[in-house]
């Protein structure tokens, strides 16, 4: 099972990119890395996903290394209201995603 | 396309009572997920559920708690004899098939539940 770690917290300017880093040394060949984010009181909202390639949507994009031992995701231009609890997880080959603690982003005006 | 639907969005019950959570999946989704979040903590699996099978139970209390997803109708999580421990939000999540390759959850907005 791959296990992630990330950094507890991070700042951003409102309007710079936000870069989100998570290591997961241990994630298996077949192992999709998945990020979601929590923002207060809400449920947990599925940002984006890979394997192997960089993947991008109209949220964000997901570096993900050749070694695939750590990915960054990038929320291009920060706003307000992408302060949030974010998660990256990797999908356990298993029947169920598992939370770590995340990185708590705060963007800042 | 309606998201999953959990109702009700706040729950108070007094301690020794029933709590019934209802989580509709999105639409042609017949898996289940339930997580709970007490205060200030992450999200921890309860139960996966395909329809009229409990698939994985393994975060599940072993009492009180019990979980179905009938062939008609919504997923119910039930909680019975609740105590000031239970207080937390819980959170329904869905997907079409039981592997997550290329296929993410989508999750509901919870029902928060306090018991008085």
């Known amino acids: 099972d791959a296990k992630t770690t990330q950094p507890p917290s991070m700042d951003c300017a409102e309007g710079r990119a936000a870069n989100l880093p998570c290591n997961h040394s241990t994630i298996s060949g077949n192992e999709y890395v998945y990020w979601y984010r929590q923002i207060h009181s809400q449920g947990p909202q599925y940002i984006i996903h890979g394997l192997k390639n960089n993947e991008t949507n109209e949220m964000a994009s997901l570096i993900i290394t050749e070694d695939r031992k750590s990915s960054t995701l990038i929320l291009p231009h920060a706003t307000l209201r992408d302060t949030a609890v974010y998660y990256c997880i990797g999908d356990h080959n298993t029947d169920k995603l598992i939370f770590g603690t995340g990185t708590r982003l705060q963007v800042f005006p | 396309n309606a998201g999953v639907m959990q109702n009700p969005r706040h729950l108070v019950r007094r301690r020794g009572q029933e709590a019934r959570l209802r989580c509709s999946p999105m639409?042609?989704?017949?898996?289940v997920y339930w997580y709970r979040q007490l205060p200030e903590e992450g999200l921890k699996f309860m139960v996966y559920?395909?329809?009229?099978?409990?698939?994985?139970e393994s975060g599940m209390p072993k009492e009180r708690f019990s979980a179905e997803f009938p062939k008609e109708g919504p997923s119910i999580l039930r909680i019975q004899q609740v105590v000031r421990g239970d207080s937390a939000a819980y959170f329904c999540a869905s997907s079409p098939s039981g592997k997550f390759n290329n296929s993410p959850l989508h999750f509901g907005n919870g029902t928060r539940l306090t018991v008085t």
């Open positions: 559920l395909q329809k009229e099978n409990i698939i994985d």
């Open positions: 639409k042609g989704h017949s898996h």
